[in-house]
């Protein structure tokens, strides 16, 4: 498939207003693609590069170089080329990759290469959103969209049911099934503003510690354990403590969702930094763990013994996990059968009192007749912390004065648009440690697409959850609300922007 063809739908896509006709665009886009390129196709129709990051800044790309005149290059092509420049070390790494950014560039057309430099620069948002993406494809195999993010939700990623759907047909979405071994996206929650308001939502529930690590989904299979994160990366050997636990329950065959947390020796969380920290270390991990172990706290199984639980209920799925997790390495929680009932109501909040007081940051309520709805922020879990937080996107950030001069300190904050866009919110400087300041002034250094005297715009990948007070009305930001008095509390590198809260979301808190 020749690159322009999707530059110019990524185009149309963006100017597209009604969902149908994105759609209709994309499925058209499918049609044409060659089977093995779909997930190329899909990932730059996203924004985002197979590669990530290429090691290429604002200052190559504002090189400008002659456009060709007719498209001829392919997207495999493509992808190989930004898959060797993201490959260049060494010294003269910048000039090399300068002088391959030049030679891919010349070959592009002018269109061509506006969708390159917005694609590299972090700056594609054109609303081709992974919901809309299914419904293409789904449209392009002629199949119920429903069973497509089915499989995307068992298979990991839409690239891979793409690429088999369009090679052979529906029967392929039979192959993506809970297996063993192969990592599911994990169920999300939407968040409540009280126990008080979960109840009145969900109905019969019930009422989970939320805690302050590092989600995990563990894979046992005989004596081969799996461990990976939220975004479906492997991390089994910085964590042998998990592996060892993992090993010991009795079951052959399972799959669990829970978390990893660094607990004092009063049994209190250790701060979240240091949980990450020792999940992201992978230097010296008997070292590590003998300074900080880790402790496993599961609240979910997903299959066990060949079983698949994904769409058993809630109470179901935790009878089966009593049955095969010790209650030591099971989250705490309460059943609220009767959330009307004033004992129930009045039991709820002191559970939740009480987790608080162990330093836990709140609770995850659970509907009762809820399945697992792999991948999805489902409405049937909420999660209730004491302080409003979000998970927003740094979208730039303005150098410090004082103390702060040489730092990039104030942050400016994005919330997730419909359209795959961010609306920024406003900014914050505050809650930032010297630690952090250092960290993020690096971090953000390398995110950068454009420097500016005051600062920079960076990519918009950095996830980082903030405190406030509430939201008020402000003409200055493109949604007309702002935060009220927000505070850094800490980053989320464990998330991908894609999991960052909405513009619908932030407007829920205004009162």
Known sequence: MLLSDVARTSQEVAQAAARSRKVELLARLFRMTEPAQAPIVITYLAGRLPQRRIGVGWSTLAERVPAAAEPRLDVAEVDAALGRIAAITGKGAQGERRRQVRELMSAATEEEQRFLLALIGGELRQGALDALAVEGLAAAADVPAPEVRRAVMLGGTLGAVAEALLARGPGALADFQLEVGRPVLPMLAHTAKSVEEALDRLGPCAIEEKLDGIRVQVHRAGETVRIYTRTLDEITSRLPEVVSAARQLPADRLVLDGEV???????????????????????????????????????????????????????????????????????????????????????????????????????????????????????????????????????????????????????????????????????????????????????????????????????????????????????????????????????????????????????????
């Open 261 to 511: 947390i660094a607990l004092g020796a009063d049994g209190r969380p250790k701060p979240f930094q240091e949980t990450a920290g020792r999940v992201g270390s992978r230097l010296d991990v008997a070292g590590a763990q003998a300074a900080l172990p880790l402790s496993p706290v599961f609240f979910d199984l997903l299959s066990v013994d060949g079983r698949d639980l994904l769409a058993l209920p809630t109470t179901q799925r935790h009878a089966e996990l009593a049955r095969v997790v010790p209650e030591p390495l099971r989250v705490r929680r309460l059943v609220a059968d009767d959330p009307g009932d004033p004992e129930t109501r009045e039991a709820a909040k002191d559970f939740t009192a009480a987790t608080l007081a162990r330093g836990h940051e709140g609770v995850l309520v659970k509907a009762l007749d809820a399945p697992y709805s792999a991948g999805r922020r489902g409405a049937s879990w909420l999660k209730v912390k004491p302080v409003h937080t979000l998970d927003l996107v740094v979208l730039a950030a303005e150098w410090g004065h004082g103390r702060r001069t040489g730092k990039l300190s104030n942050l400016h904050l994005g919330a997730r648009r419909p359209d795959g866009g961010f609306a920024m919110l406003g900014k914050t400087f505050k809650g930032m440690t010297d630690v952090m300041l250092d960290w993020q002034t690096d971090r953000l250094r390398e995110l950068a697409v454009r420097t500016e005297p005051w600062g920079v715009v960076v990519r918009p990948e950095l996830v980082v959850e903030i405190a406030f007070d509430g939201v008020q009305r402000s003409t200055r930001y493109p949604e007309g609300v702002t935060l009220r008095f927000a505070r850094v509390l800490r980053y989320r590198e464990d998330k991908p922007p894609e999991e960052a809260d909405t513009v619908e979301t932030v407007l829920g808190f205004r009162a």
